[in-house]
């Protein structure tokens, strides 16, 4: 898990609203990137962010937004468009946008709605 | 598209047994591989990736991986596996399409090594 943390470590969410996920580093990466995964799927990316400022859809962006104002912060804002968002949410960074860096994962935050 | 694929969902070991589980890509160009652990709850662990050079690549907790360019094949290996490799596995290569430093992961293979 190194230096991202993710919070909280469970979020619970009544259906029709918008919830926030952390995600935080101090590895000074540039690149960070959110992560959905669902059992038997793999990870799957929602959205990613190679720069402070920037930031690009993934595979599975709707329903979801970012923000990336700081080096340090990628939160996640899950809104009540996305149909189905009980999962475990991943986020990670790496150096740069060179193809050969290696991404580095948090611990996760499991979201349920009831 | 880049893709990678995981052909078994379970793979059951004896401890002290050697341990293989199988990962094979589709890419155009490069194929840059990575494996990643998970433990329950927790998140991906990054064990090892190819890049170039050598077609054994060695990582952590004595795991190696076989790149094999003619078969398209990045399996994972331990001489010895232990009862605390017990876990998730997952393969990944990178996407280079639309820019961008991203991975495509494997469906996982759930690793269990018993006494």
């Known amino acids: 898990d190194g230096g991202i943390t993710q919070s909280p470590k469970y979020l619970f969410r009544k259906e029709g609203q918008n919830v926030t996920l952390s995600c935080e580093q101090n590895l000074n990466h540039d690149a960070m990137y959110w992560y959905r995964q669902d059992p038997g799927q793999g990870l799957r990316l929602i959205y990613y962010s190679q720069i402070v400022n920037d930031f690009q859809k993934g595979d599975i962006a709707e329903g979801y937004s970012v923000s990336r104002e700081k080096k340090e912060s990628f939160p996640l804002t899950v809104t009540s468009a996305q149909k189905n968002p009980t999962a475990f949410y991943l986020c990670?960074?790496?150096?740069?946008?060179?193809?050969?860096?290696?991404?580095?994962f948090g611990p996760g935050t499991r979201l349920t709605v009831l | 598209a880049q893709s990678v694929a995981q052909p078994e969902d379970q793979v059951n070991v004896a401890e002290g047994n050697p341990l293989t589980v199988k990962c094979t890509y589709s890419?155009?160009?490069?194929?840059?591989l990575f494996w990643y652990v998970q433990y329950p709850n927790r998140g991906l662990q990054f064990l090892l990736k190819y890049i170039t050079g050598d077609n054994l690549v060695k990582g952590s907790y004595g795991f190696e991986a076989e790149f094999n360019k003619s078969q398209t094949s990045f399996h994972l290996k331990k001489p010895s596996a232990l009862v605390s490799d017990s876990a998730l596995y997952f393969c990944?290569?990178?996407?280079?399409?639309?820019?961008?430093?991203?991975?495509?992961f494997g469906t996982g293979t759930q690793l269990k090594v018993e006494l």
């Open positions: 990944a290569v990178r996407d280079l399409t639309g820019g961008g430093n991203k991975l495509t």
């Open positions: 890419v155009s160009g490069n194929p840059y």
């Open positions: 990670a960074s790496s150096l740069g946008q060179v193809s050969t860096d290696t991404q580095y």
